[in-house]
Structures are given as structure tokens and as C-alpha cells.
């Protein structure tokens, strides 16, 4: 029986995404890898969509947040596939650690502090060793897919993008869209407020299109150029 396979997969781990990508050879590049506990989530989700596990070539975490690789271990080994992440944030995965970043707002840095006050340092999450260690811009040419994955620092230090040629954006919690009201916004957790607005000029410097973030949905790019405009004072 033929399987109609997407040509883009967003899987939902509760509050947060992930993506899987279809190369030249119908095989998948995953972005990130949702919160720990929930690999029936993700068996169910592929299974739907006529994906192997053996389909997924690579899994790409955009940063090291337990949201984004709590339940990587588990999926590494039943797809038995690569893994990648920003040298940075390399030692977080290997050590399992979970760690709260700081707010950028009055409510989150409370949340924050709470939070670094519960988790941080306690808990821990099954460590993954992961085979490549990003440096700078890397190619996804000989993954089969026509893009790249670029450092977008400012929510963490070691935030990466992956870039398609067609204009679409992974860009993990560089931006999120989850309050209706607000449209897409700046993170409400960030490391480093004015890394961001560079990584934000980044994507729009790209052209890009259209970006995924790793909560809520996908937005045009010209909302975030409205809020980038809006905060820096400068026309783009
Ligand atoms: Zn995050």
C-alpha cells in the first residue's frame, strides 16, 4: 500500500514542537525532541504519517532545554540516528542537565527564579552523547536537504536555526507564538536580549519567509519584522 509521506511533520509534545523534514531520499531530519516521558507521542505521531523510525537521519536540537530534548535518548534509540547540537550546549546533554534560563520579563524572571530553585540541579534527564558538535553555519547538503543550519544565539548561547531555502525557519525558541493577543513575540525566557534582535535581523537578512517556532504556530516573517522595528527603533 502506498503511504502519502509529508514533506513536513510538526509533532506536538504538549506545549512545545518539533519537526521532521523529508530529504531528496524520503528520509527525515528532526528539529528537537519535546519533553521527557513522551515517546508514545512520538511513535504514534510518525506511525500516522507512514514514517519509520530507521526513516530519521538526524536529530537536531536548537538548544539544550529540557522541553526541547527531554525525550531525545528515547527516540535516539529507536531511530538509532545522529545527533547534533551546539558545542555549547553539548555538555548538557551529556550530563542530562536541566537548567531554567532566565526571564526577559517581570513574570518570568519570578517563574525563573522558582523554578531554578525546584529544578535546576535536582533532576535529571537520561544523557545522550551527541556525535556532531556545531561550530558555526553547517550545510544540510549531504543530509539530502537543500538548507542549513546557522547559530541564532540570544535565548541561549548555543541556539541554532535550520534555514531552508524555500524560506521556511526552525527557529526553536528564538521567537514564540502562543498569546493570540500579542501575535509572535520575543521569548519570555532569553539569555541575552540584544543576541536576540541580532538573530532576529539574521532570519530577516536570510529573506525568510515563513518561521516555526518551537511553541505555537508558524508565522510570516513580517511579524517579526513589525516587533523588531518596533523594539530597536530602526526600519528594516
Ligand atoms: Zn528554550
Not at 113 to 136: N, R, Y
Request: net charge neutral.
Amino acid at each position: 500500500m502506498y503511504v502519502y509521506r509529508p514533506e513536513m511533520l510538526r509533532i506536538r509534545f504538549g506545549a512545545v514542537n518539533s519537526f521532521l523534514v523529508k530529504n531528496r531520499d524520503g528520509k527525515y531530519l528532526m528539529i528537537d525532541a519535546g519533553y521527557p516521558g513522551m515517546i508514545n507521542t512520538f511513535k504514534k505521531k510518525i506511525a500516522e504519517a507512514g514514517i519509520l523510525p530507521k526513516d530519521i537521519q538526524l536529530i537536531l536540537i536548537t538548544h539544550a532545554h529540557h522541553d526541547h530534548f527531554g525525550c531525545l535518548s528515547d527516540i535516539k534509540e529507536l531511530c538509532e540516528c545522529n545527533v547534533a547540537v551546539h558545542e555549547y550546549e553539548a555538555h548538557l546533554l551529556q550530563t542530562g542537565t536541566i537548567k531554567t534560563p532566565p526571564g526577559t520579563n517581570l513574570a518570568t524572571k519570578l517563574i525563573s527564579k522558582i523554578g531554578q530553585s525546584f529544578t535546576d540541579g535536582q533532576h535529571k534527564l537520561e544523557a545522550v552523547d551527541p556525535e556532531i558538535k556545531i561550530t558555526g553555519e553547517l550545510s544540510l547538503d549531504s543530509l539530502g536537504i537543500d538548507g542549513k543550519i546557522i547559530t541564532t544565539p540570544g535565548h541561549t548561547e548555543g541556539s541554532v536555526s535550520v534555514i531552508m531555502d524555500d524560506g521556511k525557519a526552525f527557529v526553536g525558541d528564538l521567537a514564540m507564538n502562543v498569546f493570540p493577543w500579542t501575535g509572535p513575540i520575543y521569548p519570555v525566557f532569553g539569555h541575552n536580549r540584544q543576541q536576540i534582535l541580532k538573530s532576529w535581523k539574521k532570519l530577516i537578512d536570510l529573506n525568510v519567509d515563513l518561521v516555526y517556532p518551537g511553541h505555537g504556530r508558524a508565522f510570516g516573517i513580517r511579524h517579526l519584522i513589525r516587533k523588531y522595528e518596533m523594539i530597536t527603533g530602526k526600519a528594516v
